[in-house]
């Protein structure tokens, strides 16, 4: 679980497979472990991303926002086998039903579907800049709400030539200041991380670019959601529907269990996060709603003085028997 012998050892991997080959899902063991199965794979998942995104030196590939809590493109990074090696990622997470993180802004996946040529891709705006720097996007309403002749002079000189294709020389007027600032967007989300998103969304459409649903259905907000999960209030019901119970008595799930889903139930909206947090690791709803979260609550012991741990790989809650409730 070497962060960066994990890294090389995908890189490695990925690099000898063909695309029918990338197109399967992923069987994951780790050196030295007998362990495999849905689990280890969800585990595997979870580590190697965290290894690219944590990486440093040649393979940092993205850069942290504090404020937004968002993963970005690294525009200086020039790798393109370990950006291609993370859009495989993203891929087979989907094959393996495994959803990841919400740690890119929703303009990602906007682009990755105008890869594809969906007509479900929606243009890009100032909203989609704001996702990735609220300071930029705010620099750009201001000359769009800048309405005196004196607009390039206040706002000097920024390089509209380079942005979008423009001639050079091109002066900024009130006339056209939605032409350039349009064309800014364009080239920040296209020539300004070419080099980045390429390889990536190369790595993507090896796993999913023959995906139907992906080219003619799917939107950005959808693509997301099948990615990382939605947003949706938790449903304990739900959760339960879809549990299964391990070590307990018939008596003990009659009586002891349903105590357990009562308490559950009563939990507020924020203790039902942290619920489902302690036993995920994640607070995202799986694709298919809460009742696939396939939660395993097995009896750990008897006795007030033990604490509940869980096994978030497996979405295990080991859960000892108190005397109430």
């Known amino acids: 679980r070497d962060p960066d012998a994990l890294v090389k050892d995908v890189l490695m991997i990925f690099d000898g497979m063909s695309e029918s080959q990338l197109r399967r899902p992923l069987k994951v063991t780790f050196d030295g472990e007998e362990g495999a199965g849905p689990g280890v794979t969800k585990e595997f998942f979870q580590v190697v991303l965290r290894s690219f995104l944590d990486a440093e030196g040649t393979f940092q ?14 525009e200086s990074a020039s790798n393109p086998s370990a950006f291609r090696a993370c859009g495989i990622l993203l891929g087979q997470a989907v094959l393996n039903n495994v959803l ?36 930029t996007a705010q620099s750009l309403q201001r000359i769009l709400e800048y309405a005196s002749d004196d607009i390039a002079a206040v706002f000097g000189d920024v390089s509209w030539g380079m942005a979008g ?3 050079e020389g091109v002066s900024l007027t009130p006339e056209n200041k939605e032409e350039l600032v349009q064309s800014y967007i364009s080239w920040y989300f296209n020539e300004r991380i070419a080099g980045q998103l390429a390889p990536l969304s190369e790595g993507f459409r090896a796993i999913l670019g023959c995906s139907a649903l992906l080219q003619t259905m799917v939107d950005a907000v959808q693509l997301e959601k099948i990615v990382c999960g939605g947003t949706e209030p938790i449903d304990v019901a739900a959760i339960r529907r879809g549990a299964t119970h391990e070590g307990w008595t018939e008596d003990e799930e009659q009586e002891y269990l349903e105590t357990f889903w009562h308490v559950v139930e ?6 039902k996060v942290q619920f489902v947090m302690f036993v995920t690791a994640s607070d995202r709803v799986p ?6 979260l396939q ?15 869980a096994h978030t790989c497996f979405c295990q809650l080991l859960l000892p028997r108190y005397s109430s409730s």
Do not use: M
């Open 295 to 309: 939660l395993i609550v097995q009896k750990n012991g008897i006795g007030n003085e033990r604490l509940p741990t």
């Open 287 to 292: 694709l298919r709603g809460w009742q696939d």
């Open 165 to 167: 294709g423009l001639s």
């Open 266 to 271: 009563s939990f507020t909206e924020q203790e």
């Open 100 to 135: 990841v993180p919400n740690i890119f802004p929703r303009v990602l996946y906007k682009r990755l579907l105008q890869d594809l040529d969906s007509p479900c891709a929606a243009p890009l705006g100032l909203e989609d800049v704001a996702s990735v720097s609220r300071e």
């Open 61 to 74: 590939l993205f850069r942290f926002n504090e404020h937004q809590r968002t993963y970005w493109f690294n």
